[in-house]
């Protein structure tokens, strides 16, 4: 068990390392896939702001990994019935998108979008809405989930948001911030500022709320705080360590590790009535509970089995099962939120820690990362993409990739480094 204890602390350690101040991620996309589907975004007609629609949604497509948008366009229609469905067919576009924009009073603007197919000759799908100047990144965000889940049949996740715990300097002092940015790393937010260390952000299901750990009293304690008020509450601050909060999957309890009773186990606190009920009761260490969608049972790391594996817990009939066998490591276990995937901190063998992936229902594992340090893997809402920390360099960047790991890209932080990603629902 030593041997853990050390590990936890290095791993604490990683996570508390280097990150700066307040702007947007940016985006660099380090591995394409093969499997794309190529698509026309059209520049809409009187789109005039500084950002535009069709660059948005283009670069949401993108990053997807799933299409590949043109660069140039054969002729710019506003609509579908200005099509000359030739002219995209020998190019082989078969999907485009077209829209205008109207400008409306108090500063508000009317988007119209038609997704077109050139081979079928005809329009797929067509919404107009009305907005303020200042949902326009919201709305290119939702044309986007749209136009993907049309084409795919899968939900989009573009207009989701991401959590992460920036590190920065400022007047030669280490601080630290949990910040929130759409999921393309634009507008980002922060939402506690402190000179001591934040941990283990996790999403309420409504997306209302987030829980994190925060030592800013000189040891860890466990917060909830709401996004829209910024209201916090201080749900555990015993002695010892108050770690790795998870909400359940209907909003009423959270998963928690607390050493209160002198060795880190797992509980669940009720938000309602502020019960603890402690799940497991072993020698060994057991932390970084995660919840399976259907809220019955928990994934949790540790080291009872000689190393640190990951193990499920039924929450009923408090059944324990080991999930993990291969590597001589394997934490930080995020279940997909379609219940089929395991992801995770994996190491085979050394001193690298990549992310891999297991299949819940085959057992099989797959390693999607090849560099050294990365940590806290999250899904997507739709099951889809993965977001991890990662380095780039000595620099601390968020990875976002596939899960065939045959698309990757990263999100650096213009000025710092970046840790601890939750993806919200």
Known sequence: MPHFRKLFISCLALSLITINS???????????SNNT???????????????????????????SGLFIPAKQFPERPSSSSEFVFPVWQVL???????????????????????????????????????????????AAHFISDRVFKYITGIDGSFSTRVAYVLQYSREGKTRYRLDIADADGRQPRSILDSDEPILSPSWSPDGQNIAYVSFEGGKPAIYTQNLATTQRQVITNFKGLNGAPA?????????????QDGNPEIYLFDLANKKLTRLTNHYAIDTEARWFPDGRALIFTSDRG???????LDINTQEVKRLTFEGSFNGRGAVSPDGRYLAMVHRRSGQSFQI???????????????????EAPSFSPNSQMIVYA???????????????????????ASDGQVREPAWSP
């Open 22 to 32: 307040h702007a947007d991620l940016t985006i660099d996309i380090v591995k394409s």
């Open 37 to 63: 589907t190529p698509i026309a975004i059209v520049p809409f007609v009187n789109d005039s702001a500084s950002e535009s629609l069709n660059s948005i949604i283009s670069n949401d497509l993108a990053r």
């Open 92 to 138: 082989g576009l078969d999907y485009v998108v077209v829209g205008k924009v109207s400008p409306n009073e108090n500063n508000q603007s009317t988007i119209q979008y038609e997704l077109v197919s050139s081979s079928q000759e005809k329009r797929l799908l067509g919404e107009s809405m009305t907005i303020p100047a200042t949902r326009w990144r919201e």
């Open 247 to 259: 909400w359940s999957p209907d909003g009423t309890k959270l998963a928690l590790t607390l050493s």
């Open 306 to 312: 000689g190393n640190p594996q990951i193990y499920r």
């Open 356 to 374: 891999a992936l297991q299949d819940l229902q085959t057992g099989g594992v797959t390693r999607l990362t090849d560099t050294p340090l990365d």
């Open 390 to 412: 990662t380095k780039q360099g000595a620099k601390g960047v968020l990875g976002i990739m596939s899960l065939d790991g045959r698309f990757k890209l990263q999100l650096p």
